[in-house]
C-alpha cells in the first residue's frame, strides 16, 4: 500500500509538472524512431482512379512523402484533404505496412461548361465548379448560362439524353428566371420551354424535328411555353401558331 502510495503520489506529481506529456512524447518520438529503423517508413505511394487531378496537387494535398515514418501518417487529415480537391468525389486513404500509403479515388465527371459573369467553369452533374482551366479539351461538353443554372443541369442532361436529335443540335442552354429553360441550337434557332411539362414540351419538338424537319426550316424560334401550341417565328412571316 505504502509502495502504491508513493506511486499514486510520483504521478500527481508527474501530471501536475507536465512530465507525463513530456514522456508521452519521448516515447511516442522514440517508437517512430525505433519503428522506422525497423523499415516501417513510407516507401510507395499507391494511387488508383487517378484521371483528372493533377499528382503534384494530390500529394501536396496527402501531406505525406517518401521516407516518412508511416506510423506518424495522419491518415484521417490526410483523407480529409484530398476529399477538398475539386475534382475528388470519393477517397480512402489507408496504411499499408510496412511501408506503403494506399489512396483509392473517385473522381467528379464533368457533364457541362458553366457560363455566369464572363466566367467559364467546368461542372459535374450536381452542378460543382471542378475547373476554369484549360478549357479547350472540354469543348464537346454543352453550355449551360445563368446563376442558376448549375442547379439544375443534371435534370436538363436527363431529358435530353432521351431526346438525341434535339441533344445533338443543341449550343447552349440558359436558364431563364430561375424557372425555366432556352435553348439555342446549332443552327441558331432559339427554343423557348415551359417551367412545366418541359419533357412533354421536348418531345413534342423531337417530333417535328423528326417527322417535319423542323430544324431545317427557316425560321429563327420556337415557343413551346402555352400548352398544347407551339409558336414558330419564321424568318419571313409573321409567328405561326401551331396546336400539337
Known amino acids: 500500500m505504502i509502495a502504491v502510495g508513493v506511486i499514486a503520489g510520483a504521478g500527481v506529481s508527474c501530471w501536475n509538472n ?16 525505433v519503428t522506422a529503423g525497423m523499415g516501417f517508413r513510407v516507401k510507395d505511394i499507391i494511387i488508383t482512379g487517378r484521371n483528372r487531378v493533377s499528382a503534384p496537387e494530390l500529394l501536396e494535398a496527402l ?37 506503403a500509403i494506399h ?26 465548379a471542378l475547373t476554369a482551366k484549360n478549357l479547350e479539351k472540354y469543348r464537346d461538353l454543352p453550355l449551360v448560362v445563368g446563376e442558376t443554372a448549375p442547379l439544375h443541369v443534371g435534370p436538363l442532361l436527363d431529358l435530353l439524353r432521351a431526346e438525341p436529335v434535339i441533344a445533338n443540335q443543341l449550343a447552349s442552354a440558359s436558364r431563364i428566371g430561375g424557372r425555366r429553360w432556352d435553348l439555342r441550337l446549332k443552327n441558331g434557332v432559339t427554343v423557348k420551354l415551359p417551367e412545366k411539362d418541359t419533357e412533354l414540351a421536348l418531345r413534342k419538338l423531337a417530333a417535328g ?7 431545317e426550316k427557316n425560321i429563327l424560334g420556337i415557343d413551346l411555353r402555352i400548352p398544347d401550341q ?15
Open 230 to 244: 407551339m409558336v414558330v417565328d419564321a424568318v419571313t412571316s409573321a409567328p405561326v401558331k401551331k396546336t400539337i
Open 103 to 128: 489512396i483509392e479515388l473517385t473522381e467528379r465527371q464533368p457533364v457541362a461548361l458553366w457560363q455566369y459573369q464572363k466566367k467559364i467553369s467546368v461542372i459535374d452533374v450536381n452542378g460543382r
Open 63 to 99: 501531406g505525406i512523402k517518401q521516407g516518412d515514418a508511416i506510423f506518424d501518417a495522419d491518415i484521417a487529415a490526410a483523407q480529409l484533404a484530398l476529399s477538398e480537391i475539386s475534382w475528388v468525389k470519393d477517397v480512402s486513404v489507408t496504411r499499408r505496412l510496412p511501408d
Open 209 to 215: 424535328a423528326e417527322t417535319d424537319g423542323l430544324f
Open 18 to 33: 507536465g512530465t507525463f506529456g513530456k514522456i508521452q512524447n519521448w516515447a511516442h518520438e522514440k517508437t517512430l524512431t
